[in-house]
T-cell receptor, first 113, second 111 residues
C-alpha cells in the first residue's frame, strides 16, 4: 500500500514549456486534490475532483488543467509554464462521507526559468 | 470556511510540553478542528481532530473550550523530530473537503 504517489519528484522547465504532473493513490479514495505551496506559505487548492469523472476549480486554477483519468489517477497539466508557477505541488486524496482526513503525497518541486 | 489565526513561530527545548493555540472565531456549528503537521520537503500529515472538549491520541492532545472559538494543540515532551510546521484547519470532516491552509506555526525544538 503505497498511499499517494507523485511523479516526477523534481522538474525544471523553461518559460512556455508544458508538462504534466502525475498523481496516483491506491487507497480506493474517491476524491483527489492538487495544491501548490510557495516558500514560507500554506497550501493553496488548485483543482479538485470530488469523484471519478468530475473536476472543479479551487482557489488558484489559472494556468492549470486537470484530468481525472480513473479513480486512482489525477493529473495536473501546465500548458505554458510561467516563473510564477515555480512551487511545490502536492496531491492528496480523501474518502468522501467519512471522517478520514486527507492523505498527501510527497510533492513535486517545480522550477520554471 | 472559517479563518484561523495561529502564531507564526514558537521555540522549545527537548522534553518540554508545547501548546499551540489557534483562534477560529467564525467556526460554524458543524465544523471540526483538525491539525496537520508538515516536515520540510514532505506533504502535510494528519495529527488530530476534534469537535469539542478534549481529544487525545498517541501523538498529541487537542483542547477545545465550550465556545469553540479557539483550540490548543498540546505536544507532550517534544523531541528534535517534532520540529515542523503545524497547521490548524476548520471545516467539515465528512463529505467533500476544501481545506484552507494558513501559514501555520513553525515549531523549532532545540537540544
Amino acid at each position: 500500500n503505497a498511499g499517494v504517489t507523485q511523479t516526477p519528484k523534481f522538474q525544471v522547465l523553461k518559460t512556455g514549456q508544458s508538462m504534466t504532473l502525475q498523481c496516483a493513490q491506491d487507497m480506493n479514495h474517491n476524491s483527489m486534490y492538487w495544491y501548490r505551496q510557495d516558500p514560507g506559505m500554506g497550501l493553496r487548492l488548485i483543482y479538485y475532483s470530488a469523484s471519478e469523472g468530475t473536476t472543479d476549480k479551487g482557489e488558484v486554477p489559472n494556468g492549470y488543467n486537470v484530468s481525472r483519468l480513473n479513480k486512482r489517477e489525477f493529473s495536473l497539466r501546465l500548458e505554458s509554464a510561467a516563473p510564477s508557477q515555480t512551487s511545490v505541488y502536492f496531491c492528496a486524496s480523501h474518502i468522501v462521507g467519512t471522517q478520514e482526513t486527507q492523505y498527501f503525497g510527497p510533492g513535486t518541486r517545480l522550477l520554471v526559468l | 470556511l472559517a479563518k484561523t489565526t495561529q502564531p507564526i513561530s514558537m521555540d522549545s527545548y527537548e522534553g518540554q510540553e508545547v501548546n499551540i493555540t489557534c483562534s477560529h472565531n467564525n467556526i460554524a456549528t458543524n465544523d471540526y478542528i483538525t491539525w496537520y503537521q508538515q516536515f520540510p520537503s514532505q506533504g502535510p500529515r494528519f495529527i488530530i481532530q476534534g469537535y469539542k472538549t478534549k481529544v487525545t491520541n498517541e501523538v498529541a492532545s487537542l483542547f477545545i473550550p465550550a465556545d469553540r472559538k479557539s483550540s490548543t494543540l498540546s505536544l507532550p515532551r517534544v523531541s528534535l523530530s517534532d520540529t515542523a510546521v503545524y497547521y490548524c484547519l476548520v471545516g467539515l470532516n465528512t463529505g467533500f473537503q476544501k481545506l484552507v491552509f494558513g501559514t501555520g506555526t513553525r515549531l523549532l525544538v532545540s537540544p
